[in-house]
T-cell receptor, first 114, second 115 residues
C-alpha cells in the first residue's frame, strides 16, 4: 500500500523565482492538504483540495496556489519567492468521508530560497 | 479561536525512563478530533493516534498511552520505558468541525532519549 509521495525532496531557488512541488496521495485517498513548516515550528495549513477544487485556505498570500488532478495528485505553486518561503513543505492526504478524517503525511520537500 | 499549546519545547531523558508530553488545546466547537504525530529527523510526520471529543477513554498502545481530559482541555501523551528510537519531535494537533479540513498544530516537543 503506497503512502503519500512528494517530489522533489530538496530544492534550491533564488528570490523572485517560481517553484512547483508535487504530491501523490495515499492509495484510496481523494483529498490533499498542503502545509508549510518553518524551522523549529509546527506545520501551518496552506490549503486543501478535494474534487479538483480548493476547499479551505489558511492565511497565505495569493502567491501560493495549487491544483488537483483527476487522479487526485496535487501541485503547490509558489510565485515570486521570498527568503521567508524557505521551509519544509508537507503534503497530507485523507479520505473525504468527512473533513475530520486522519491526514497522512508525505516526507516533505525542503525548499531553500537564496 | 483554535489553538494548541505544547509548553515543553525540549525534554531529555535517559533510556527506560517514563516521559509525558503535555498538550493543551482551545476550541469553541463541540465536535473535534485531537491527534499526535511523531516527526523523526527525516521530516515525515507519522500519525500516532486520533481521539474524538466525545470519547474520553484513555488509550494504551504498547509503550504509548494517552490521557484525554475535556475538563482541563488536555490530551497528554506518555511513553513508558523510553527507547533511543523514540527520539523525535512530537506534535499535538486539533481539527474541528467548523474549521473544515484544517489541522492546527502545536509548536512541538523535541524528545531526546539518551542511552
Amino acid at each position: 500500500d503506497a503512502g503519500v509521495t512528494q517530489s522533489p525532496t530538496h530544492l534550491i531557488k533564488t528570490r523572485g523565482q517560481q517553484v512547483t512541488l508535487r504530491c501523490s496521495p495515499k492509495s484510496g485517498h481523494d483529498t490533499v492538504s498542503w502545509y508549510q513548516q518553518a524551522l523549529g515550528q509546527g506545520p501551518q495549513f496552506i490549503f486543501q483540495y478535494y474534487e479538483e477544487e480548493e476547499r479551505q485556505r489558511g492565511n497565505f498570500p495569493d502567491r501560493f496556489s495549487g491544483h488537483q488532478f483527476p487522479n487526485y495528485s496535487s501541485e503547490l505553486n509558489v510565485n515570486a519567492l521570498l527568503l521567508g518561503d524557505s521551509a519544509l513543505y508537507l503534503c497530507a492526504s485523507s479520505l473525504r468521508t468527512s473533513f475530520l478524517e486522519t491526514q497522512y503525511f508525505g516526507p516533505g520537500t525542503r525548499l531553500l530560497v537564496l | 479561536a483554535q489553538k494548541v499549546t505544547q509548553a515543553q519545547t525540549e525534554i531529555s531523558v535517559v533510556e527506560k525512563e517514563d516521559v509525558t508530553l503535555d498538550c493543551v488545546y482551545e476550541t469553541r466547537d463541540t465536535t473535534y478530533y485531537l491527534f499526535w504525530y511523531k516527526q523523526p529527523p527525516s521530516g515525515e510526520l507519522v500519525f500516532l493516534i486520533r481521539r474524538n471529543s466525545f470519547d474520553e477513554q484513555n488509550e494504551i498502545s504498547g509503550r504509548y498511552s494517552w490521557n484525554f481530559q475535556k475538563s482541563t482541555s488536555s490530551f497528554n501523551f506518555t511513553i513508558t520505558a523510553s527507547q533511543v528510537v523514540d527520539s523525535a519531535v512530537y506534535f499535538c494537533a486539533l481539527i474541528s468541525y467548523n474549521q473544515g479540513g484544517k489541522l492546527i498544530f502545536g509548536q512541538g516537543t523535541e524528545l531526546s532519549v539518551k542511552p
